[in-house]
């Protein structure tokens, strides 16, 4: 299930690509069965930098590490999982489409400006 840290994601969600909604609509299907989790969407639009494909409805942040909390929102076991699940999705032929970065650690997907997304295997 997908699950929004904040109400106003959701409207937001709609507005998105929907090449990366196909991707997030599979993740949140394989984590539900996978683990029994919840895909938790922390960030969707950014109004402020138009340098980030956030600003285009072309990238969502999601949780891994829960701000606060001591214990993984998912294991590393699970974090690893979703990594090679999304493995085939490539932004280009050099970038996938999942990056985990920051503190809090979270999962950034994003799809490119182009009509098209790239599978590999």
């Known amino acids: 299930m997908i699950v929004f ?6 409207p937001q969600f709609d507005e998105l690509d929907n090449r990366l909604k196909h991707i ?12 029994k989790k919840d895909l938790v969407i ?3 639009w950014r109004h402020s930098n138009t340098e980030s494909t956030h600003y285009y409805y072309r990238a969502i ?3 891994i590490h829960q701000s606060g909390q001591e214990e993984p929102y998912y294991t590393e076991e699970e974090t690893i999982e979703i990594e090679k699940f999304l493995g085939c999705y490539r932004y280009d032929s050099s ?3 999942l990056r985990i970065h920051g503190e809090p650690p979270h999962g950034h997907l994003q ?11």
């Open 111 to 121: 799809v490119n400006r182009e009509e098209f997304t790239r599978l590999y295997r």
């Open 5 to 10: 840290k904040s109400g106003s994601f959701e």
């Open 95 to 97: 970038h996938l489409t």
């Open 24 to 35: 997030i609509y599979a993740l949140a299907g394989f984590i539900e069965n996978e683990f």
């Open 61 to 63: 942040d999601f949780r």
């Open 42 to 44: 922390t960030s969707v």
